[in-house]
């Protein structure tokens, strides 16, 4: 192991909470989040166990250079602080490889022609490249402001959506690197459905549209479908604090960007009265990762690299190893592994009894993820 991989450092045992400032909360009612609304859930924030809090783009349409909004920076800065949560104004002011290789980087032919998803042994190599690199400590992150939601990319929007939302967020917080959760995954929040052109805020959509569709005379229905599928007003859609109308995002009457009418479903007040949640499951996870040194600073094993129906691999550290099982498909699925232990100790799962076990086979069942901790 590298020196750089070995040594203990805050923000390689850190979880960063990624803000996307004009869609978390708007305190002035009107349509556009703030800064005095971020201070405001900092409590929240707080409560996820996360350690720092980032934004990107820093700037948006809130002019950092303003003197008034310069002071609620402070004040936001200073209100943070006070609650234990570092601010970081740019993901460049870490020591931290922020790779994209897994993300759905747009061009404007892809409007035209979409990308191909990635499968799960692609991912897999993604992942092992990033492990081999043993100069760089990465960047552990799904997406952000400008991706679609992980869950509408991997996982289960309908029948397996609680399940396959904790299974992403069990592969997050369990490689090796710093976790970046962007706001709303821990939610399991999904692609919105913008039923035209017109509700769409990307501008590259309206310039493709301006520009190719109109004069090349494309289907306006298959490029309003491909849009519903790589627009980055996906994860722009203004968080969703309950099921009212406006999502308790604003006391206004509008907002910026189309509320995600899912939010009747998924929204942070129901989720927090559920213990078996997503956005629980999440604060499990975080506290697991900070209970277990071995968890962050171990070696990475990929027990099943070429499979695309199961992500299975290890974590090996010090003093103890962790067997991370996830169901990567809506099947139940057989999966061996040898442990060299006698007693494999259940840290969590997302189906509340687990499935069979039995002489180093496990049986996990659609989207099953778990954790097991033993010693060496």
């Given at each position: 192991m590298?020196?750089i991989?070995?040594?203990r450092?805050?923000w390689?045992e850190?979880?960063?909470y ?9 305190s002035d009612n009107?349509g556009v ?5 971020i201070?405001s859930?900092?409590?929240?924030i707080?409560?996820?166990g996360?350690?720092?809090i980032c934004?990107?783009?820093f700037s948006?349409?809130l002019s950092h ?8 920076f402070e004040?936001?800065?200073k209100?943070a602080?006070?609650?234990g949560l ?5 993901r460049?002011?870490?020591p931290?490889?922020f ?11 892809n ?6 998803e990635?499968?799960?042994s692609?991912l897999?190599?993604?992942f092992?490249?990033?492990e081999?690199?043993?100069d ?10 400008d991706?679609p939601r ?6 289960n929007?309908s ?7 904790k299974?992403?967020?069990m592969?997050l917080l369990?490689l ?6 962007y706001?709303g995954?821990e939610l399991g ?7 035209s052109v017109?509700?769409f ?6 310039e ?7 004069k ?13 599928q ?8 203004p ?6 109308e ?7 009457d509008?907002s910026w960007?189309?509320?995600n ?17 997503i ?6 996870l975080?506290?697991?990762r900070?209970e277990?040194?071995d968890?962050?600073y171990?070696d990475?094993n990929?027990?099943r ?5 199961i992500f299975a ?7 103890f ?5 996830n169901?990567?498909?809506?099947k139940?699925?057989?999966?061996s ?7 494999l100790n ?14 180093n086979?496990?049986?996990l069942?659609?989207y099953?993820?778990r954790?097991?901790?033993y010693?060496?």
């Amino acid at each position: 192991m590298s020196r750089i991989n070995s040594e203990r450092e805050w923000w390689k045992e850190a979880v960063i909470y990624q803000i996307y400032p004009q869609s978390f909360k708007d305190s002035d009612n009107d349509g556009v989040g703030d800064w005095q609304g971020i201070i405001s859930k900092l409590d929240y924030i707080q409560s996820l166990g996360v350690d720092a809090i980032c934004f990107r783009p820093f700037s948006s349409h809130l002019s950092h250079q303003d003197s008034l909004q310069k002071n609620a920076f402070e004040q936001l800065v200073k209100e943070a602080n006070s609650r234990g949560l570092k601010v970081i104004s740019s993901r460049a002011d870490l020591p931290i490889s922020f790779q994209t290789e897994h993300l759905i980087l747009r061009e404007s032919s892809n409007f035209l022609n979409p990308p191909t998803e990635l499968k799960l042994s692609e991912l897999k190599r993604i992942f092992r490249k990033r492990e081999q690199a043993k100069d760089d400590w990465n960047c552990v992150y799904w997406g952000d402001h400008d991706t679609p939601r992980v869950l509408s990319r991997f996982g289960n929007t309908s029948k397996f959506e609680n399940e396959s939302a904790k299974m992403l967020g069990m592969i997050l917080l369990t490689l090796k690197g710093t976790s970046l959760i962007y706001q709303g995954d821990e939610l399991g929040m999904s692609n919105c459905t913008f039923n035209s052109v017109e509700e769409f805020r990307d501008e590259k959509v309206s310039e493709i549209y301006e520009s190719v569709i109109k004069k090349i005379g494309i289907d306006e229905q298959v490029f309003l479908r491909v849009c519903n599928q790589i627009s980055v007003d996906h994860a722009r859609t203004p968080m969703p604090w309950d099921n009212t109308e406006m999502a308790g995002f604003t006391e206004g009457d509008t907002s910026w960007l189309k509320i995600n009418p899912s939010n009747t479903r998924i929204n942070v007040a129901s989720q927090e009265k559920d213990p078996e949640s997503i956005l629980n499951f999440y604060r499990s996870l975080i506290k697991i990762r900070k209970e277990h040194p071995d968890l962050i600073y171990g070696d990475y094993n990929d027990l099943r690299p070429n499979c695309n129906k199961i992500f299975a691999y290890k974590r090996i550290g010090k003093d103890f190893t962790y067997l991370v099982l996830n169901n990567w498909i809506n099947k139940t699925q057989s999966f061996s592994v040898k442990c060299k232990a006698s007693v494999l100790n259940l840290l969590l799962s997302n189906y509340s009894n687990e499935s069979h076990y039995e002489s180093n086979t496990f049986e996990l069942q659609p989207y099953e993820c778990r954790i097991y901790e033993y010693a060496h």
